[in-house]
């Protein structure tokens, strides 16, 4: 991506955070550009939506890389949706993240755009156990829900909280009689940057 493209990007979620709404001209004149000159890098608004979309995701990946004991490709389930709800608890959150819903008439396309790349993260595979998938699946809707919560300032929860949430979560994936690995929790070792 160009530096050019990156400012487009970074003033179009500017603008989503200040309460506006993104269009070719809206985009165009936050970032300082002509609507033909935005228009060279993005053609439709939709592609500028979709990239939005890509940019957003693309932090979230780094952040949530950053959780992982081991390159995300050989990172177990648990231990994703373990990075997941940490970086959920730790990371900071506003109504540009929900740049995926920031268009009725997109909504459809960048709701799956956002689902295709978040899904390395958060999809389990069909093959675990039952109860162990019920648990991962529930600790990760957890985590949707508190960056949820922060992004749309609606019922956040308090820093003393968030250790007491983590802390269920924990006693949830925990259960070695669901557990199919050594029994060793998966983040030995790793926390969210917070005391447990």
Same mark, same amino acid.
């Not at 970074?10 to 709404?21: I, N, P, Q, V, W």
């Not at 985009?27 to 500028?48: D, I, V, Y």
């Not at 081991?70 to 506003?94: H, I, K, N």
């Not at 991962?136 to 960056?147: K, Q, S």
């Given at each position: 991506?160009?530096?050019?493209?990156?400012?487009?990007?970074?003033?179009?979620?500017?603008?989503? #955070?200040?309460?506006?709404?993104?269009? !070719? +001209?809206?985009?165009?004149? %936050?970032?300082?550009?002509?609507?033909?000159?935005?228009?060279?890098?993005?053609?439709?608004?939709?592609?500028?939506?979709?990239? !939005?979309?890509?940019?957003?995701?693309? %932090?979230? +990946?780094?952040? !949530?890389?950053?959780? !992982?004991?081991?390159?995300?490709? /050989?990172?177990?389930?648990?231990?994703?949706?373990?990075?997941?709800?940490?970086?959920?608890?730790?990371?900071?959150?506003?109504?540009?993240?929900?740049?995926?819903?920031?268009?009725?008439?997109?909504?459809?396309?960048?709701?799956? %755009?956002?689902?295709?790349?978040?899904?390395?993260?958060?999809?389990?595979?069909?093959?675990? $156990?039952? /109860?162990?998938?019920? #648990?991962?699946?529930?600790? #990760?809707?957890?985590?949707?829900?508190?960056?949820?919560?922060?992004?749309? +300032?609606?019922? $956040?929860?308090?820093?003393? /909280?968030?250790?007491?949430?983590?802390?269920?979560?924990?006693?949830?994936?925990?259960?070695?009689?669901?557990?199919?690995?050594?029994?060793? $929790?998966?983040? +030995?070792?790793?926390?969210?940057?917070?005391?447990?």
């Amino acid at each position: 991506m160009t530096n050019s493209r990156a400012h487009i990007l970074d003033s179009a979620l500017a603008l989503l #955070r200040s309460g506006g709404t993104v269009s !070719l +001209e809206s985009a165009a004149q %936050r970032s300082g550009l002509t609507k033909p000159g935005l228009m060279h890098h993005f053609r439709t608004k939709e592609a500028l939506m979709v990239a !939005l979309v890509d940019h957003v995701v693309d %932090r979230w +990946e780094r952040e !949530l890389a950053d959780r !992982l004991p081991t390159p995300p490709t /050989e990172a177990s389930a648990r231990d994703r949706v373990l990075a997941y709800l940490d970086w959920a608890l730790s990371g900071e959150f506003d109504n540009a993240d929900l740049v995926m819903l920031a268009d009725p008439r997109l909504r459809d396309r960048l709701t799956t %755009r956002w689902g295709q790349r978040l899904a390395p993260w958060i999809d389990l595979p069909a093959d675990l $156990p039952t /109860e162990v998938r019920a #648990r991962l699946a529930a600790v #990760r809707m957890l985590a949707d829900g508190v960056w949820l919560a922060d992004a749309i +300032e609606v019922f $956040p929860l308090a820093a003393d /909280e968030r250790h007491r949430v983590r802390a269920a979560a924990l006693r949830l994936l925990d259960d070695p009689t669901d557990d199919p690995t050594d029994g060793t $929790p998966a983040d +030995e070792g790793r926390t969210m940057g917070i005391e447990r």
